[in-house]
């Protein structure tokens, strides 16, 4: 993406990983946040001197531009580096840019070949697009966060931020596609992405299959185990768990063949996946009795792995960082801070043969002013003075902390 130039109008995470994204893979991108504290993950743990690790792994690689968005001053600057751009990403709720007079409308006619992508909580059009939107509104909306948790229990709060990540590179793949289709027409487009289509999209069984059904098969949360494949989810090996899938009508035999029972690979009641999930807590017993006769769980992960059976064992945090695969293939990897010196983050989504990654910095707050709108605007120095003075631009110097707004 060398020679293409990103504003991103965005905070916290979702809007961020699209132009994180874009950067990695050689984009200007050019972070215009709020004034005066900017984005509010510049606040968000861990912390080291006042310095977010957060941001600094949602952010690397883009340029800072602080500035006053509800002055007529400061919408005519986002304007004019519009007209100078190929890409603007934001993640306001709908109907806000519209408000700040930076509709679609208005950005399609001032720059015509610029790609407008936003990320947004519920997306554009529905009874509920003007809810503002995090991560587990999405989980919550779509069904997942029921779907989620112990068998008759509570629902489950995702761990990780998954929707937030997952929105991220689907508007990344937004973008990728309008660049492209810009190349054809010479018009730009209007990406739109949502957490709430996000989430919506991970069912992989359970919206086919209640419509399929006629509303009679209802998915409800099934606890460690998948509730239509059997045997496969998380097992008790000792003081851990493994994961053991069995998906593909070759898997049964193999997994039979590790835990000792050869002869129940096409015994009644255990040769089809509809027979065995008939008997769940039976064929789920089978393995947990096998796991219970094994020392170790690392053990088993390589008895079954020898069976060519799908599992592995659940790994905590440092264990996955650590783990000498994730660090062979760079899952994750280390970038380097001036505050923080080198800091363990997760590696790139999207692998390209021979590509070579970059030491991107996350910069400080309103950092890159003068010289973003010197070089992109043709500003000179008296007229950017002016600008600091009426408070319409605002860098380290003149930012206040504490204080985080955010435009509505």
Same mark, same amino acid.
């Given at each position: ?8 109008? /965005? ?23 709020? #004034? ?20 600094? @792994? ?48 208005? %950005? ?30 999405? #989980?919550?909306?779509?069904?997942? #966060? ?10 489950? %709060? ?6 937030? #990540? ?20 010479? %018009? ?19 919206? @086919? /299959? ?34 053991? /899938? ?147 631009? @605002? ?7 504490? %204080? ?5």
């Amino acid at each position: 993406m060398d020679g293409v130039r990103v504003i991103e109008m /965005a905070r916290v995470l979702a809007g961020p990983t699209v132009a994180q994204l874009m950067a990695e893979y050689g984009a200007d991108v050019i972070k215009v946040e709020p #004034a005066p504290a900017g984005d509010p993950a510049r606040g968000l743990p861990y912390l080291r001197d006042g310095r977010s690790g957060y941001f600094i @792994q949602a952010n690397r690689g883009k340029r800072s531009v602080c500035l006053d968005f509800r002055s007529d001053e400061g919408k005519a600057l986002i304007l004019d580096l519009v007209r100078h751009s190929d890409v603007l990403v934001e993640s306001f709720r709908p109907g806000v840019l519209a408000e700040m007079g930076l509709g679609w409308e208005v %950005l399609h006619g001032a720059n015509p070949r610029l790609v407008l992508c936003s990320v947004t909580g519920l997306g554009y059009g529905g009874p509920l697009s003007h809810k503002p939107g995090y991560d587990t509104i999405g #989980a919550a909306m779509s069904g997942v #966060a029921h779907v989620s948790g112990p068998v008759g229990g509570p629902p489950m %709060l995702p761990g990780p931020a998954m929707g937030d #990540a997952a929105t991220g590179v689907y508007g990344f793949g937004g973008v990728a596609a309008a660049l492209f289709q810009r190349e054809r027409t010479g %018009l730009g487009e209007w990406v739109q992405v949502s957490l709430l289509d996000t989430y919506m999209a991970f069912h992989e069984i359970n919206v @086919q /299959a209640y419509s399929g059904s006629g509303g009679t098969q209802v998915p409800e949360a099934s606890g460690n185990f998948h509730a239509t494949v059997c045997p496969a989810g998380f097992f008790r090996c000792r003081d851990r768990y493994l994961f053991v /899938a069995c998906v593909s009508p070759g898997d049964w035999p193999r997994i039979a063949a590790a835990i000792g029972r050869p002869e129940l690979a096409r015994a009644p009641g255990y040769a089809t996946n509809d027979e065995r999930a008939a008997h769940r807590e039976e064929v789920n017993a089978l393995v947990e009795d096998w796991l219970a006769t094994v020392a170790d769980p690392e053990e088993a992960v390589r008895v079954l792995t020898e069976h060519r059976v799908a599992c592995e064992l659940i790994r905590t945090l440092p264990e996955a960082v650590t783990h000498p695969h994730n660090v062979a293939r760079r899952v994750v990897r280390e970038v380097t801070d001036e505050v923080w010196g080198s800091l363990t983050v997760p590696g790139l989504p999207i692998r390209f043969a021979g590509m070579t990654e970059r030491d991107l910095h996350a910069h400080e707050l309103g950092a890159d002013n003068r010289a973003v709108l010197r070089e992109i605007l043709d500003l000179d120095d008296a007229r950017i003075d002016e600008l600091e003075k009426a408070h319409v631009l @605002q860098g380290p110097a003149s930012r206040t902390p504490d %204080l985080i707004e955010e435009p509505s």
